[in-house]
């Protein structure tokens, strides 16, 4: 029996609004505040199934100086004080010559991944031997980044054990969030991998981007604090690199 579920994404906002309070995941009251909220035009093609959009109030801070360049910054939060603490604290650091910031690399990486591998040294050398085949299907299949000085850079094989190997691909995907476009050229390997090699077990960008990375660095004189901070601020510091429980959560102002 087929679920009334079913096409769930063909229907109107209306419907599935109608649906949900059908199966009770939903009181009137909540299908009339639903159905009263503004439907956001391009959800559609954003998410499935969608039956609202939720609103956070954007704003922007100020006073920052990044490489000797005043900006500002725009922030959406809900939570109070943010915007305003960044914005202080920005201004005292505006004070004592700004942010330097540099980005060392921008290499996304994913991974073709492969099981039931005996030897690891046999796809160690097929992907060395057919390194720049690969590369350049890879730039093929996503020719918009090369053309703006980014692109597929170089490949490398992990022998993760129990016959598992990891071929990774590591691409410049310039100022782009770059999961889609990464998820592309690696699916294009893929094929060829099949095709030359063996039937990969999946394909996919990882989230581990030790390989994009951007330093800031700031400095404040003593002198331009109020008495005590400076050592406070240091002893916070001490105790992050003791708990991770504080590391995690120095992301705000003391």
């Known amino acids: 029996m087929e679920s009334e579920f079913a096409h769930f994404y063909k229907r109107s906002r209306a419907e599935r609004l109608a649906l949900l309070a059908q199966h009770r ?55 109070p004080s943010v915007i305003a603490a960044a914005s202080n604290g920005a201004k005292q650091l505006a004070k004592a010559g700004g942010i330097q910031a540099t980005v060392q690399s921008r290499l996304l990486m994913g991974q073709v991944v492969l099981s039931h591998v005996k030897v690891f040294a046999s796809v160690d050398d097929w992907v060395a031997l057919h390194q720049t085949e690969l590369l350049e299907v890879a730039a093929q299949a996503h020719p918009s980044i090369v053309k703006r000085g980014g692109g597929p850079r170089k490949l490398r094989t992990r ?78 510091s001490e105790v992050a690199q003791l708990d991770p429980y504080r590391a995690v959560t120095h992301n705000k102002a003391l």
């Open 25 to 79: 995941e939903l009181t009137p009251a909540m299908v009339q505040l639903l159905s009263d909220r503004a439907a956001q035009g391009d959800a559609q093609q954003l998410i499935e199934n969608d039956i609202t959009a939720f609103q956070l109030p954007e704003g922007v801070a100020v006073n920052l100086m990044v490489n000797q360049r005043e900006l500002v910054v725009p922030m959406v939060t809900e939570e």
């Open 159 to 236: 022998d993760l054990g129990d016959g598992y190997v990891s071929i990774d691909l590591f691409a410049d995907v310039q100022a782009a969030m770059g999961a889609n476009m990464l998820n592309t050229m690696l699916e294009a390997i893929a094929t060829v991998v099949q095709t030359k090699l063996q039937q990969p077990l999946f394909s996919i960008l990882s989230n581990a981007a030790d390989q994009s990375l951007a330093t800031a660095t700031c400095r404040i004189p003593q002198s331009q604090l109020p008495a005590g901070v400076a050592e406070r601020i240091a002893q916070a």
